[in-house]
């Protein structure tokens, strides 16, 4: 049923290999059409990552106020933070993850293309059969473009023989090399990226990942995955130098407020998680709640809080003022 998405892929590869009758080249800028529709996603991912760790100290004192309490309660109330500040906690990875449809689509459309009739030779699946595409794979055997066939795995090619395998291990060792250099972009920023585990764990598994499953895949999709690595590459270049860049930034801010929560953490484990004035605090109860509204800016740190990202809903109090 997703053959029409495959034939529509396939009439725009055709029109870039009508462009550059080269194969390698027509993927190139298949992929930097993708890319270029997948950027707004990854730019407002970014933006969303920033916000979520901009209000960190604001979730972790949540966390903290039903520690030991009910979990139900605290995540119900942890909901409707996110809700009131528009924040999705997987924001950040969802560019990661867009990846993957748009890899096996890619690889279903190659495979078609390469499809073998039963005198062993392409029979091209998804295209007009007077297209250029076509007339240039049909009947043929490989998909030759710089010296390597893009049909070919490097699996198969290294089955062949060493020597013959060693252009198709390289190619897969400068997009690891890539991806690996993207990793280092973002680790580079410091205490925001590192704010984020489920993201900081998939920049660590992707790389490595995508080069165990990329040695039995065609060439071809190698191809995709260097072109679309060295564009992110520039990509988070351009993240770092307009979100990142300066003290008063988004990203500076945001590396301010993962510095606080884990602290704010790391405060709470050198108490051992032993209350020692927890009986005290018990017995005057009305006196808790003056001291939280008292002063907004005091956390126990006697630090202001007027230049700071403020959450939804300390704005809306203040504007009931």
Known sequence: ??????????????????????????????????????????????????????????????????KGGDRNEMNQELMAFYQENELNPLGGCFPLLVQAPVFLLLFRLIQGLTRRGADGTFDPKYLDSGSDLYQSLDGRTEMISFGLDLSESTTDALGQSIIHGLPYLALILVMIGAQYLQQKQVSARGSSAAAMPQQQMLLKIMPAFFGVISIGFPAALVVYWVTSSIYRIGLQGYITKSLYGGEDSLGAQARKAADEARAMKEKEKGTGGGKAAAPKSSAPKSSAPKSSSSGEGGSGNGRPEAGRYQPASKKKKRKKR
């Open 1 to 66: 049923m997703f053959d029409g998405i495959f034939e529509f892929s396939a009439q725009i590869l055709n029109f870039f290999y009508g462009l550059v009758p080269n194969y390698a080249a027509a993927i190139i800028m298949l992929t930097l059409l993708v890319m270029l529709i997948t950027t707004p996603l990854t730019l407002k991912g970014t933006r969303s990552m920033i916000k979520m760790q901009l209000l960190q100290p604001e979730l972790k004192k949540i966390q903290q106020k039903h």
